[in-house]
């Protein structure tokens, strides 16, 4: 898995995790697994943009109360920076049910439920060049070493 080059992903820390004040517990999990933060906010996503950001899953049952759940408190938008990060990172999160989440993962240890599960990360690096694309400008971007 990975090809051992530095490359950027995407990720979302989601509105359960920014409510019950995780999101240091989260980035602790991020930092110290070798992804550094390039760029970061905090925004209240609206539906449009809730909506076009998970356009993919449009038509699904698990689609309208997804929408809504993104819509429902902030979230931390940010892109993450180092070897490897996009696997890095969906390995530090655990796969999408916390119920079958490896221990010691993000899901696993925080999220509620599949669809409340604390954090977004992308899946390859198309979507995370579209992603990074959606919400930051490119001069957004912090160059870290
Ligand atoms: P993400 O895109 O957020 O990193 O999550 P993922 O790849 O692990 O999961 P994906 O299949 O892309 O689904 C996107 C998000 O939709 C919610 N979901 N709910 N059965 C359900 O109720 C269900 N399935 C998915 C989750 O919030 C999931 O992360
Ligand atoms: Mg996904």
Same mark, same amino acid.
């Given at each position: 898995?990975?090809?051992?080059?530095?490359?950027?992903? *995407?990720?979302?820390?989601?509105? @359960?995790? /920014? #409510?019950?004040?995780? &999101?240091?517990? &989260?980035?602790?999990?991020?930092?110290?697994?070798?992804?550094? /933060? /390039?760029?970061?906010?905090?925004?209240?996503?609206?539906?449009?943009?809730?909506?076009?950001?998970?356009? =993919?899953?449009?038509?699904? @049952?698990?689609? =309208?109360?997804?929408?809504?759940?993104? %819509?429902?408190?902030?979230? %931390?938008?940010?892109?993450?920076?180092?070897?490897?990060?996009? #696997?890095?990172?969906?390995? /530090?999160?655990?796969? #999408?049910?916390?119920?079958?989440?490896?221990?010691? #993962?993000?899901?696993? @240890?925080?999220?509620?439920?599949?669809?409340?599960?604390?954090?977004?990360?992308?899946?390859?690096?198309?979507?995370?060049?579209?992603? &990074?694309?959606?919400? *930051?400008?490119?001069?957004?971007?912090?160059?870290? @070493?």
């Amino acid at each position: 898995m990975g090809n051992n080059e530095v490359e950027r992903t *995407f990720s979302i820390i989601k509105p @359960d995790a /920014v #409510t019950r004040n995780l &999101i240091g517990s &989260i980035l602790q999990r991020l930092e110290s697994n070798g992804l550094s /933060v /390039v760029a970061s906010k905090m925004i209240r996503l609206d539906r449009e943009q809730a909506e076009g950001f998970y356009a =993919e899953h449009k038509g699904r @049952d698990f689609y =309208e109360p997804l929408i809504e759940y993104m %819509i429902s408190a902030p979230v %931390i938008v940010q892109v993450l920076q180092g070897e490897d990060a996009i #696997t890095v990172n969906r390995r /530090v999160m655990g796969v #999408t049910d916390p119920a079958k989440a490896e221990e010691g #993962t993000i899901r696993a @240890d925080f999220a509620l439920s599949v669809r409340e599960n604390s954090v977004h990360g992308s899946d390859s690096v198309a979507s995370a060049e579209r992603e &990074i694309a959606y919400f *930051f400008a490119p001069e957004e971007l912090c160059e870290r @070493d």
